[in-house]
């Protein structure tokens, strides 16, 4: 297929609509949007795509669209709709985080109807995102795959083809376990090394040059928890709970169990419970901080900073 191909774009958030506009402003052919926000249409708009008013009309004029959702049910519904309208769209790419499960199942439901399908979910920051440097995994065929890979180099500068669909998501699941789980080992690194009279500052920088240097160390703790910066709006608790949830789905589904996964889980569970609802989640520091993780299973003291701000 020509890289002219008309590309649909749903779903303008946080992360969707950076690679909207960064599709809409490399694409040589057209593309057209579709949210529920407004504004978020206004400002894909002025990169230049088009905004449209509905699924079915995506589904009606894009060759392939690619969804930008906040999890399984709304792919799952919004893949519902393109193939009960399809008409000159002939593929999906799901960008979201999904349950592996929920992969297949959307593969095999547009299949049905004659349309192709890839899980690409995507890694890092939002401002990965607005610079068009994003990290995606791929499950799709080897055809999918060629004929998308392109267009993902509008939004990505590492794009890994993991195998068959449901692969993408795998590896998305285990990538954003490993972010959650680091950044609570560095959260408590970080408190017992202050506590043990050492700055923070001092403890991130001479860490970064040594062999416990990380993303998670670079970005969430020197941006996020070094300056105590946990802003509303940005990737909270209640979303890494969601993805944790996926881990634990595949778990079961492969017999695996995930012991240490299961203490992080508890970590943004309490955090949720404990101030940091709706929050940066690498704001579980203060939950270190307050002795809420402690020996009494996340019972201990409230007490301690109360920040509130934003970040990805």
């Not at 979201?96 to 890839?118: E, H």
């Not at 001479?206 to 509303?232: C, E, Q, T, Y």
Request: aromatic fraction near 6%; proline fraction near 5%; hydrophobic fraction near 45%.
């Amino acid at each position: 297929m020509s890289n002219t191909e008309t590309i649909g774009f749903i779903g303008l958030g946080v992360m969707g609509g950076p690679m909207c506009m960064n599709m809409a402003a490399k694409h040589p052919g057209d593309v057209l949007a579709y949210d529920l926000s407004d504004a978020a249409l206004s400002a894909v708009e002025a990169a230049g795509a088009r905004r449209l008013g509905s699924v079915r009309e995506l589904a009606e004029q894009a060759d392939i669209i690619f969804l930008s959702l906040p999890g399984g049910p709304q792919v799952t519904a919004v893949a519902g709709e393109i193939a009960a309208a399809a008409t000159r769209c002939t593929a999906v790419v799901d960008l979201s985080t999904t349950p592996v499960a929920t992969a297949r199942a959307v593969a095999a439901l547009l299949k049905d109807k004659g349309l192709g399908f890839a899980d690409a979910p995507v890694a890092r920051t939002r401002e990965a995102a607005q610079k068009g440097a994003l990290a995606i995994m791929v499950g799709a065929s080897p055809e999918m795959f060629a004929r998308i890979e392109p267009m993902l180099g509008y939004i990505a500068t590492d794009i890994t083809h993991g195998g068959a669909v449901g692969a993408g998501q795998v590896l998305k699941l285990v990538n954003n376990m490993l972010v959650f789980a680091n950044t609570v080992a560095l959260a408590e690194m970080m408190v017992l090394g202050e506590k043990a009279g050492v700055a923070p500052e001092v403890l991130l920088d001479a860490v970064s040059k040594g062999s416990g240097d990380s993303f998670v160390l670079r970005n969430h703790g020197m941006k996020a928890m070094l300056p105590r910066v946990f802003p509303d709006k940005a990737f909270s608790p209640e979303y890494v709970l969601k993805d944790i949830s996926y881990v634990f789905e595949l778990a079961a589904d492969t017999g695996v169990p995930l012991p240490a996964a299961e203490t992080v889980r508890g970590y943004y569970a309490a955090g949720v419970s404990h101030g940091l609802s709706g929050r940066y989640f690498p704001g579980v520091i203060e939950l270190v901080e307050q002795g809420v993780m402690g020996p009494d299973g996340g019972k201990g003291d409230k007490g301690g900073r109360g920040d509130k701000e934003e970040a990805a």
